[in-house]
């Protein structure tokens, strides 16, 4: 090998940290490296993807450098290695990268000293009203006075009173009492959100957290700022006073808002899902989670759920309804059958659909409705279906999705296609009116809830919503990432991957898949993208599989 | 997070200063935070409203509280002990509605007592004849006068000023010599900054001189805002080339083209006559381009504070500067790297730079002959109204501060402590003045600090508790409120000697002001709060006795 290929190594530092010498690459926050070395160092102003202002003064450690002899050698101990010449006073952590010779001490008297005081006086002005407020359980400062502090403040004295309930927008609620003035969420708003609308004013003690007059804080991302809020300063109005976090299953998964496909994590109990919060995961969304993605999961709830089988709006059973679809199908030749399938199906469900298209032979009569928007510079995508790069990768639509449904159009039109089967996609959108459905013998529908489709399905299947299934998505950028399942979906509905097997089999005989393990792994035989890899080799934050960026779409502004 | 708003400041410029409109602004109202007028001047700059208003809403002349006050009573330590204050609130009482009365920092009018501010000038130790008339429509008398005293022979700091013609030869002289010539005269000088850190004035402006980058700043800080400290006020409005030439000396050292004195608004005279002199140096094409063929461009400007101690931190000073809200930044990178506008910076106080026509005119070598190995050169003193000769007084380092006691003709009243170097200096006994020489070291070692060397007595009839109060609603009162043990600790601690002077049945914990003290000074970010713990355990310490009733007497370990 030679070595002009190699990639520019990263020069380690040897750094000593509570007694023991590591490396570390260069450029590596103390904080951070403390963190590697598994010595977690409290903080609350400090967030790895903002400035680091220094003003908590909570992340000190002893720090050190190498004592040098008067023609700058290091001295040397028994141990062969460096001494260090310690600073006498605390450092802090976060705003210092490692050097080499650094010596670093994360639990000293002195260290253990100047954070219990730190906390005590960060206690003096809390209202101390834990069991009202939504940050109780996930409160850096309840966990940090329990871990590193002494538990209370000896300072009982009168507390600063400062304003409750202020709204700084239609989403987010500031407690000014609970704020500690770390700044986390005025960064966040100027570095990465890019709206300055948080400042601070007055001075000392007088110190708050203001939004401008006249302004509000109504950014997509300003939610952001309640996840990275340590205390319960800022809160939630769609989750507070809702449901306490401990009582939270926490179910990691995507979002399927646009192609960015953001990790989140679903906090749900007894079915019910109370809040969406952004999962850290720096090959996509670092992070952070716009407000538009995390706050959409209510209709996953609404109560027009499809959650039994029709025929021709009567409910069937579920094997009454496959075999009437099946039928429906086999009495028609393939010319007279389209396919709508949809840019929000998981690869597993894409993979049966190509299947099911196999069986009908019917090679070129389908077609994904293709979903665009603008993207926002930050982590909304122009392509708002979630899975664009799978239907592509799997062959339910050409590089242009949406390019043959004029075919279907001109088909329903001419009377050249009888019978569209659509996979969750309302076909009015489509291009096609109320009028052309009315003209087809049959419309096989799978799908969550009503739309403008649904009333001219004559098989009606329910299906599940993402939150209430497993499988896998690629997104914009060739990563394959995994869905999981939070909450059961309602009634008879199935899971989709399900409802498309039974179909194939009733349509063209079995086909030997059990657990959707045998579909990735079926996939995976097909399609080299999946070889090797499995539901659960793809881990929680997923894996590049599509090297080259696919083009998104266009915007859709041009109709 | 102030990368980009530096940035945005330094599209303006120097010229067309962010922070100034926001003076300018006050000006008319008393205050900028006026949310149209937040709003306009951010969007001069392209900030945000709420970095203008966050800015505006700092400055205690600026903020909305100010609107309507025309007369500003100075609260400072001087004016506090020489328990003038309550009698001059009175008699402005008759003049002035109880809300158009303010209050202002120390006026540098620690000499005399009785300071406040009318009209953009300053008074001090006026007679109530005098007061009436003044704000009967008459002028006053708002001349400033006070010793000058050098125990030095020749003076240096304080000798005659000989003309700008004479004054400036050196500078001439050095403009055709070579920069590494005044790097090795700099560090043979030892000058040591004189704003309080004692800092090696050669590594500093080396280290600018270093620094990559076309353009680069000099500033000065002269915003003294240590009550009792009329140092810089004495060099800026009695010896105002002096600082001037330092500034002119560091940038055609480190290649900076412009040159600027962040003056406290507290101080309108220096601000004047600064302005004048550098008018004058202009005239006598000493500042512009192309400087004397040299080819060294050179443009100085002032700009005036807007009431906020923490200004003096030279962090915070530069982000004021450029219209953000002074708080202090971490370091590094050091203004050296990093100062201005992001750019690299030479800061220094007025004093330092003062310093640097003796180094050139006495030589490196010279100059460090005066003072001590340690400390070198000479050191200015200000004096308060409690001393029999109160003024300015030019020593050399190392000279014993009895001496300067004995040349001030000792104390007019009985005294009991001084402290030395600001809020944030040490609380010196009387029984200790004869252990201490003038010089960062003995001060040191005796575990008080000679900072800026500011002197403001403690009589023996002013309570210590009270005078401990002071300290920590001075720090309270001027945190930034960045860090959270400044602003969290003074304010507590304030309130805990207001509550155990005012209810008899209470004694403070002494553990418990121990760790407060303890964790201030340990962990806060800055000088400030890291500093205001030293006078007060000093108190603790040598006043114990006097203290007693407050405290608690059990000590208990936490």
């Not at chain 1, 990639?7 to 750094?15: D, G, L």
């Not at chain 1, 340590?230 to 939630?236: E, I, K």
């Not at chain 1, 799997?394 to 050249?416: D, F, H, N, W, Y």
């Not at chain 2, 210590?464 to 409120?481: K, N, P, R, V, W």
Request: charged letters at 25%; glycine letters at 10%.
């Amino acid at each position: 090998m030679s070595t002009e290929t190699a990639a520019p190594a990263v020069p380690m530092v040897n750094v000593q940290i509570d007694g023991v010498w590591l490396q570390f690459p260069k450029g590596t926050r103390v904080i951070e490296a403390c963190g590697q070395a598994q010595k977690f160092i409290p903080r609350y102003c400090y967030h790895p993807k903002l400035s680091s202002p220094g003003n908590c003064r909570m992340c000190m450690v002893e720090m050190g450098m190498p004592k040098m002899t008067p023609d700058r050698k290091p001295v040397l101990g028994a141990d062969g290695k460096p001494e260090i010449a310690w600073i006498p006073r605390p450092q802090i952590s976060c705003a210092q990268d490692v050097a080499e010779g650094m010596g670093i001490r994360t639990g000293s008297p002195m260290v253990e000293e100047a954070r219990k005081g730190v906390l005590e006086f960060l206690l003096i002005n809390h209202p101390l009203d834990c069991p009202i407020c939504d940050q109780a359980g996930e409160c850096r400062l309840q966990e940090f006075s329990v871990e590193f502090g002494q538990g209370e403040s000896r300072f009982l004295d009168e507390k600063v009173k400062k304003p409750k309930n202020v709204e700084l927008g239609p989403r987010i609620t500031l407690d000014a009492e609970r704020c500690i003035l770390c700044t986390r969420c005025i960064r966040f708003m100027k570095e990465v959100a890019n709206d300055d609308v948080l400042g601070i004013v007055e001075r000392g003690s007088f110190n708050s957290i203001a939004c401008h007059p006249d302004r509000i804080l109504d950014n997509n991302y300003s939610l952001n700022t309640v996840d990275i809020c340590p205390v319960g300063a800022l809160t939630s109005n769609d989750f507070r006073f809702k449901m306490r976090v401990w009582f939270l299953k926490e179910t990691k998964t995507i979002d399927v808002n646009c192609g960015t496909g953001a990790n989140i994590i679903i906090g749900s109990r007894e079915n019910t899902i109370y809040r969406i919060t952004p999962r850290e995961n720096n090959d996509v969304n670092g992070v952070w989670l716009p407000d538009s993605h995390r706050l959409n999961f209510k209709y996953v709830a609404d109560e027009r759920r499809l959650t039994k089988p029709t025929v021709k709006g009567q409910p069937v059973d579920w094997r009454t309804a496959t075999a009437i679809a099946a039928e429906i199908l086999k009495a028609h030749t393939a010319e007279q059958l389209w396919l709508v399938a949809s840019g929000r199906q998981t690869n597993e469900e894409l993979f049966l659909t190509s299947r099911l298209i196999d069986a009908l032979e019917i090679e070129k009569q389908h077609d994904i409705l293709p979903r665009t928007g603008e993207a926002d510079g930050l982590l909304i995508a122009a392509d708002r279906n979630p899975n664009t790069t799978g239907a592509k990768l799997i062959g339910l639509c050409t590089s242009k999705p949406g390019s043959r449904l004029k075919k279907l159009v001109e088909g329903v039109r001419s009377g050249a296609i009888k019978t569209v089967i659509t996979l969750g996609e309302d076909l009015t959108k489509c291009g096609l009116t109320a009028d052309d459905l009315k003209k087809l013998d049959a419309i096989i529908a799978l799908d969550i809830l009503p739309n403008q489709t649904t009333p001219h399905a004559t098989v009606l299947l329910p299906a599940s919503a993402w939150v209430e299934k497993r499988g896998s998505m690629i997104n914009v950028k060739g990563r394959l990432q995994r869905l999981n399942r939070a909450v059961a979906a309602p009634g008879e509905a199935h899971d989709d991957w399900e409802i498309l097997r039974d179909l194939i089999a009733a349509v063209s005989g079995s086909n030997g898949l059990a657990v959707i393990e045998d579909v990735f792994k079926a996939m995976a035989a097909d399609h080299s993208e999946f070889a090797g890899l499995s539901l659960s080799k793809i881990g929680d934050l997923g894996l590049p599989v599509v090297t080259e960026k696919t083009p998104e779409p266009e915007p859709a502004a041009a109709n | 997070m102030s990368e980009n708003l530096s940035a945005l400041s330094f599209r303006k410029s120097a010229d067309k200063n962010l922070f100034e409109r926001m003076v300018e602004a006050a000006e008319k109202t008393g205050t900028a935070a006026a949310p149209e007028t937040a709003r306009a001047l951010g969007e001069e700059s392209l900030f945000g409203d709420a970095i203008t208003l966050g800015a505006v809403s700092f400055y205690d002349f600026l903020k909305k509280e100010n609107e309507g006050k025309k007369v500003f009573v100075c609260n400072g330590s001087a004016c506090l002990t020489a328990g003038t204050q309550d009698k001059l609130h009175d008699a402005l009482g008759r003049s002035f509605k109880h809300e158009e009365i303010g209050h202002i920092c120390c006026l540098g009018r620690c000499h005399q007592g009785g300071a406040f501010q009318h009209e953009g000038r300053n008074f001090s130790g006026q007679s109530d004849a005098a007061l009436g008339e003044l704000f009967s429509g008459g002028t006053g008398d708002s001349e400033d006068r006070y010793e000058v005293v050098s125990h030095l022979q020749p003076a240096q700091l304080t000798a005659p000023f000989p003309g700008v013609e004479k004054y400036f030869t050196p500078f001439r002289d050095l403009l055709k010599k070579d920069r590494d010539w005044l790097a090795g005269e700099l560090k043979d000088s030892g000058l040591r900054g004189r704003g309080g850190a004692g800092f090696p004035l050669h590594f500093k402006w080396a280290g600018c001189r270093a620094s990559e980058g076309k353009v680069k700043y000099i500033v000065c800080n002269a915003d003294e805002g240590d009550p009792g400290a009329y140092i810089d006020k004495y060099l800026m409005e009695q010896r105002p080339h002096s600082v001037l030439l330092g500034m002119m000396v560091a940038g055609w050292f480190a290649g900076a083209e412009v040159g600027i004195l962040y003056i406290r608004a507290e101080y309108p005279d220096s601000i004047r006559i600064v302005d004048a002199a550098i008018a004058e140096l202009r005239a006598a094409g000493l500042l512009g381009k192309n400087i004397l063929g040299s080819g060294f461009n050179f443009e100085l400007k002032t700009i005036k504070g807007a009431g906020a101690y923490i200004c003096g931190e030279e962090t915070a000073l530069l982000a004021s500067i450029e219209g953000q809200r002074p708080e202090v930044r971490v370091r590094p990178p050091f203004p050296t790297v990093e100062g201005l506008y992001r750019k690299p910076t030479i800061l220094n106080n007025v004093e330092t730079f003062s310093n640097i026509h003796a180094v050139l005119t006495l030589g490196g070598k010279g100059y460090a002959k005066i003072g001590t190995a340690q400390s070198t050169g000479p050191k200015l003193l200000s004096l308060d109204s409690h001393f029999a000769k109160p003024g300015i007084y030019e020593v050399a380092m190392g000279t014993p501060l009895a001496d300067v006691v004995a040349l001030a003709g000792g104390f007019r009243t009985k005294v009991k402590a001084i402290q030395v170097g600001g809020p944030l200096g040490g609380i010196v006994p009387v029984g200790k003045i004869g252990e201490l020489t003038v010089d960062f070291e003995s001060f040191k070692k005796a575990g008080f600090l000679l900072g800026h060397a500011g002197v403001v007595s403690i009589p023996e009839s002013f309570p210590m508790i009270e005078y401990i109060q002071h300290l920590f609603q001075f720090t309270a009162d001027e945190s930034c409120g960045k860090c959270f043990p400044c602003r969290l600790g003074s304010t507590r601690g304030a309130e805990l000697v207001a509550k155990a002077r005012s209810d008899s049945s209470y004694q403070i914990d002494r553990t418990l002001i121990g760790d407060l003290l303890d964790t201030m000074e340990l962990t806060s970010l800055c000088a400030l709060g890291g500093g205001v713990p030293l006078p007060i355990k000093n108190a603790l310490q040598h006043f114990e006795e006097e203290l007693r009733p407050f405290l608690s007497s059990a000590p208990e370990k936490r």
